[in-house]
C-alpha cells in the first residue's frame, strides 16, 4: 500500500471538508492517511502564492462560483456540520504548533477534531489564546501544557520543517495531498487520490 499524506492547515475551510471526507476514503481503499501540519502562511510566503480572497477579489464571478462549487461539496457528501466561521481568516499559527506538539505526544487526530470542530463546526476566535485554551480544556485535553509544549524550539522548528519541505515537494496550498510521490491539491481532487491508491495498490 502507498503511502498517502495529508499536508493541511485548519485555517483552510477546504481542510476540514477534506478530513471529514478521508475516513471514508480509508475505509474503501484500507489506506491510512498521514497527518502532516504546515502553516499555510509559511506556504503562501514561499510559493508567492495569495488566499483566494485576494487573488480572485477583483475577479468578476470567481469567489461566488467558488462558494458555489462548496455548497455542491458540502451537500453532496452530506456534510450536515459545516458553518463558516465569522472570524475568518484566522492566524493559524499557534493552532498549527499545536498540532506538531500534540503529534510528539501521539495525540495529533483527536487534536485536529477538535481544533476543526472549534473552526468550522462550532466556530469560535481561534487565533486568541484563552479562546483556544478553552476550547482545548473542552475537548479534554491539558490545555497549559500542550500550549506551552507548542512554544519550545523543537516544535516550532518541525512546524518550520514541515512547511518547507512541503514546498520543496511541491505544494503551493491547502489541502495538499501525497500519493507516494504523486502530488494533488484541493478538496475536489480526493477522487484522485483514492483513484491514484488503487492504482498504486
Same mark, same amino acid.
Given at each position: 500500500m502507498s503511502h498517502v499524506e495529508f499536508h493541511f492547515d485548519f485555517g483552510s475551510p477546504n481542510a476540514y471538508l477534506s478530513h471529514k471526507i478521508i475516513p471514508h476514503i480509508e475505509k474503501r481503499?484500507?489506506?491510512?492517511?498521514?497527518? *502532516?501540519? *504546515?502553516?499555510?502562511?509559511?506556504?503562501?510566503?514561499?510559493?508567492?502564492?495569495?488566499?483566494? $480572497?485576494?487573488?480572485?477579489?477583483?475577479v468578476k464571478n470567481k469567489l461566488a462560483y467558488e462558494n458555489l462549487e462548496m455548497r455542491r461539496f458540502i451537500a453532496h457528501h452530506g456534510i450536515k456540520e459545516f458553518q463558516m466561521n465569522p472570524f475568518f481568516p484566522v492566524n493559524?499559527?499557534?493552532? $498549527?504548533?499545536?498540532?506538531?506538539?500534540?503529534?510528539?505526544?501521539?495525540?495529533?487526530?483527536?487534536? *485536529?477534531?477538535?481544533?476543526?470542530?472549534? $473552526?468550522?463546526?462550532?466556530?469560535?476566535? $481561534?487565533?486568541?489564546?484563552?479562546v483556544i485554551r478553552a476550547a482545548l480544556a473542552e475537548a479534554g485535553f491539558d490545555a497549559d501544557r500542550l500550549m506551552a509544549l507548542a512554544e519550545t524550539p523543537e516544535i516550532k522548528n518541525k512546524l518550520l520543517k514541515n512547511t518547507s519541505e512541503s514546498v520543496e515537494r511541491g505544494v503551493f496550498g491547502s489541502p495538499s495531498f501525497f500519493v507516494g510521490t504523486e502530488l494533488f491539491f484541493g478538496k475536489d481532487r480526493l477522487r484522485d487520490v483514492e483513484e491514484e491508491i488503487l492504482r498504486q495498490a
Amino acid at each position: 500500500m502507498s503511502h498517502v499524506e495529508f499536508h493541511f492547515d485548519f485555517g483552510s475551510p477546504n481542510a476540514y471538508l477534506s478530513h471529514k471526507i478521508i475516513p471514508h476514503i480509508e475505509k474503501r481503499t484500507g489506506a491510512k492517511f498521514e497527518y *502532516v501540519p *504546515v502553516l499555510l502562511g509559511g506556504v503562501f510566503k514561499l510559493t508567492n502564492n495569495k488566499p483566494p $480572497m485576494i487573488q480572485f477579489g477583483d475577479v468578476k464571478n470567481k469567489l461566488a462560483y467558488e462558494n458555489l462549487e462548496m455548497r455542491r461539496f458540502i451537500a453532496h457528501h452530506g456534510i450536515k456540520e459545516f458553518q463558516m466561521n465569522p472570524f475568518f481568516p484566522v492566524n493559524t499559527l499557534m493552532l $498549527m504548533r499545536g498540532a506538531v506538539a500534540a503529534e510528539s505526544e501521539g495525540k495529533l487526530l483527536p487534536y *485536529v477534531d477538535a481544533v476543526f470542530h472549534y $473552526m468550522w463546526e462550532e466556530p469560535r476566535d $481561534m487565533d486568541d489564546p484563552p479562546v483556544i485554551r478553552a476550547a482545548l480544556a473542552e475537548a479534554g485535553f491539558d490545555a497549559d501544557r500542550l500550549m506551552a509544549l507548542a512554544e519550545t524550539p523543537e516544535i516550532k522548528n518541525k512546524l518550520l520543517k514541515n512547511t518547507s519541505e512541503s514546498v520543496e515537494r511541491g505544494v503551493f496550498g491547502s489541502p495538499s495531498f501525497f500519493v507516494g510521490t504523486e502530488l494533488f491539491f484541493g478538496k475536489d481532487r480526493l477522487r484522485d487520490v483514492e483513484e491514484e491508491i488503487l492504482r498504486q495498490a
